[in-house]
């Protein structure tokens, strides 16, 4: 590839970064806030974080026609094929969060109206932990850091083992509560979502890390 092309080819990639950032950024601020919405019982909030879920996914088609005229236009090899590739599958994950975070602000503003519904202390803690590696793995991205990738995928098993010891938990409420036990499914579908999240955060690192090494370590530890 001659070099203007190359300049051109760059100058487009750096674009592309950009934009999928501000995607970030919105899906970030949108789980912070489904969590307060829900922890706050704040319905008004709730319908916002739902509302604003269609700009992430015009977004998320923005990006990914993109990426495709680049791979159109420009045909690239080596590492900034891999940044395309890796642009691609993020971008994916990135409307799936946008779309599972809608799910928690519809169980936000469903719950906000339950006065004798109680939040087991797992799902805040579960919460802090998912947004802590959404927040690592765009950081990851943001800066190309290897260590920080290593601890999303560390701390995937945190929200794993919090999200099985929600069945017991809930279950316990169910016995006690048997007439609300809609509503305390309602609860084990938010605990459901952030294990999704965290699934999807992890599949960010994972695709740092091919950006960094060439090669696709999915599954490895299987």
Request: glycine share 2%.
């Amino acid at each position: 590839m001659k070099g203007k092309m190359v300049q051109h080819l760059h100058r487009e990639i750096e674009l592309l970064k950009k934009k999928i950032i501000q995607e970030a950024t919105l899906v970030e601020e949108n789980l912070r806030e489904s969590i307060k919405a829900l922890l706050e019982r704040d319905a008004d909030l709730a319908q916002r974080i739902m509302a604003r879920d269609t700009v992430i996914d015009a977004m998320e088609v923005e990006v990914e026609e993109d990426c495709l005229k680049i791979f159109a236009l420009y045909q690239p090899v080596a590492i900034d094929l891999r940044y395309l590739v890796a642009f691609l599958k993020l971008n994916n994950d990135l409307e799936r969060i946008g779309d599972l975070t809608a799910n928690i602000a519809a169980r936000a503003a469903s719950l906000a109206t339950q006065d004798i519904m109680q939040i087991p202390d797992e799902i805040p803690e579960m919460a802090r932990i998912t947004q802590q590696m959404l927040k690592n793995s765009l950081d990851a991205l943001v800066d190309l850091d290897g260590e920080k990738a290593a601890e999303v995928l560390a701390e995937d098993d945190q929200v794993d083992v919090l999200h099985e010891a929600m069945y017991s938990v809930i279950g316990s409420f169910m016995q006690q509560d048997p007439e609300h036990v809609s509503l305390w499914l309602e609860i084990l579908a938010v605990s459901r979502y952030l294990e999704r999240i965290a699934d999807h955060c992890t599949n960010i690192a994972e695709d740092v890390d091919y950006l960094l090494s060439g090669q696709i370590n999915r599954h490895q530890s299987e």
